[in-house]
């Protein structure tokens, strides 16, 4: 990953937990950390200097914003565009949740050279496509809660599924991590794509200088298409 250390690096947060709106701190793969998973205003979607992607004209559903994270100093870094069903973090039948859950997710973040902090004190990690594969992953586990768990075992397990995504993240060229090739603006554009037993992640780059992460389950990710969003005001 195209990172250089910080300092006071830390863990990656749980989704959910020390994450908050307008997190976009470091030490996390590629110097981004998750968003909470929750519907926010249009606001900072709109303050942001880059493009927002979202699934193409071939999607004819529902289109719904997620949260735009920001830097210290207030800058976007990256925000999710969500597509379908919004997913529910449980439901009183798993089934039917399983049947309900129909969605696809998409990060668009911001490519940003290795750069020191407002106060001079740190670097600031690059970002690339590990950082919107690690914003996906934990996307999908933020929303995820496995069958016969509790809260209490699901806190442990979202530790160590999050850990796990962080070093998947880190290394795109395992052999967990497949090639896919999708349409970006009509463009084929390689991707990296895995599956899990909670749905898939991938994660690739665009030519107009941002990184794509998505996450979903329910929907085919092999059949999805990406597109910059023409008026994100659409989406509030």
Not at 73 to 96: K, N, Q, Y
Not at 157 to 185: F, I
């Amino acid at each position: 990953m195209e990172t250089t250390s910080q300092v006071g690096a830390q863990a990656p947060p749980r989704e959910g937990a020390a994450a908050t709106e307008g997190a976009g701190a470091t030490g996390s793969a590629g110097g981004v950390r998750p968003a909470v998973p929750a519907r926010r205003t249009v606001d900072n979607f709109l303050m942001a200097p880059f493009p927002w992607y979202g699934l193409d004209g071939a999607f004819t559903g529902t289109r719904w914003l997620l949260q735009a994270g920001t830097s210290a100093e207030g800058v976007v870094e990256h925000g999710s565009i969500g597509h379908g069903d919004e997913p529910s973090l449980r439901a009183a039948d798993t089934r039917d949740a399983a049947e309900r859950d129909r969605f696809a997710v998409v990060v668009t973040v911001a490519a940003s050279p290795v750069r020191r902090t407002a106060d001079g004190t740190g670097v600031l990690e690059a970002t690339s496509v590990s950082s919107a594969a690690w914003l996906a992953g934990s996307g999908l586990l933020a929303v995820t809660w496995p069958a016969q768990m509790d809260h209490t075992l699901r806190d442990d397990w979202l530790t160590q599924q999050t850990e796990t995504a962080w070093v998947l993240a880190d290394d795109l060229a395992s052999d967990d991590w497949a090639s896919l090739s999708l349409p970006v603006d009509g463009v084929p554009t390689p991707f990296h794509y895995r599956e899990s037993e909670y749905g898939w992640v991938l994660a690739g780059s665009t030519r107009e200088g941002v990184h794509l992460g998505a996450y979903g389950r329910g929907m085919s990710a092999y059949g999805l298409g990406f597109s910059v969003v023409k008026d994100i005001e659409e989406y509030a």
